[in-house]
């Protein structure tokens, strides 16, 4: 018996539950939330929509043996709120959160999408004494595929023709990797990839700004790195993994399958997207230390 557990029954976590119900990859989903009347309704809701066991608790104990636990629990970002302005509201819900994970799912991996995800994801990591392979942060997933799409758009061509990684931090230091843009049958326009590069850096906020939050992206890149996961897929992916020499969780490329992390992946920079790189983790380490990380 397979099952997942879902932390945050809001718009993005229920959302999330709801992408993953679709996936088909698991026999049990657990929803849990602060909220009872909430989390509940969103059970019920779901669980007339699968033919999967769904419960929607308050009670921590639900998750015991879950193959996988998806932290979306955390304040929402506001459209003049950048994700790191939320960590220190977030830090201490993470914390109650992996206190629970710890007690009654000590031999889970842990899948952190609550923002700011880069940060998150290393205090999850701290807190719950994990091995590195165990944890790991989704913003990569959906950054890459933002990007994705506004290179389509630019160059005029469908999703599927278009290869493109974004690494580094998941928020305003992102690194778009101009030197990883393929588009099938095209010559690449630098001036189309900048223009490309503009618009996903500021993906997140511009959706934020014009219906208060984003759901659906984050929603799909969450559910798609479960499956994979689930499915033992063993496919590169960008995700915010431990990188040991700055001491902070960021984007790199990985190798995502049931172990988790199998492998943490070179790749290659120029020396601006390294600098970019560079700063991005000195960021997330000030940031860190200012909780007390």
Partial sequence: MSKISVIGAGRLGSTIAFSIVKEQVCDELVIIDIIEDLVQG???DLGQTAIMKIDGSTDYSLIEGSDLIVIVAGIARKPDMTREQLLGTNAKIMKSVIENVKKFAPDTKLLVVANPMDAMTYIALKESGFPADRVFGMGGVVDSNR???FLSR???VPLADVDAMVVGQHGEIMVPLASSVKIQGKDLDQEKVDKAIFRTKDAGREVIALKGATFYAPAHATSTMVRMFMKDENVVVPSSVYH???DVC?????MLGRNGVEAVLEFNMTDEEKE???KAAEALRANLE???Y
């Fill in 250 to 254: 960021l984007g790199q490329p990985i």
């Fill in 42 to 44: 969103e059970g019920l």
């Fill in 147 to 149: 990007f994705k799409y």
């Fill in 244 to 246: 040991e020499e700055f």
């Fill in 276 to 278: 970019t790189f560079k």
């Fill in 154 to 156: 630019e160059f005029e």
């Fill in 290 to 292: 200012a909780v007390g």
